[in-house]
């Protein structure tokens, strides 16, 4: 099996940074990309950014496109989000995902990490 697991969110104010972290342990997996989602509450599980592995190839929702960056470290098998310039509407719990090889969808994901910006 495999296992995500997330760190760095927080509590911040409005233009402040945060880095969040996940990362893959477990079996051996050919990853063809790990991404960044959140969830507002009340809300459904939103896009926010991903990368592939193999290319480094980035995709970024509209709405964090210019403040978040997404990077990865393949020999960690980690992935991190750089969140900078934080807004309120930033505020939800964010989940890592992996989607493997030959996988149509992202197949396995963190517990979720809250980050809270404060105005």
């Known amino acids: 099996q495999v296992q995500l697991g997330e760190s760095g969110g927080g509590l911040v104010q409005a233009g402040d940074s945060l880095r969040l972290s996940c990362a893959a342990s477990g079996r051996a997996i050919s990853i063809y990309s790990m991404g960044w989602f959140r969830q507002a509450p009340g809300m459904g599980r939103d896009f926010v950014a991903q990368?592939?592995?193999?290319?480094?190839?980035?995709y970024y929702s509209d709405s964090v496109k210019g403040r978040f960056t997404i990077s990865r470290d393949n020999a960690l098998n980690t992935v991190y989000l750089q969140m900078d310039s934080l807004k309120p509407e930033d505020t939800a719990v964010y989940y890592c995902g992996l989607r493997p090889n030959r996988s149509p969808s992202y197949d396995y994901w963190g517990q979720g990490t809250q980050v809270t910006v404060s105005s």
């Open positions: 990368i592939t592995w193999s290319a480094g190839s980035t």
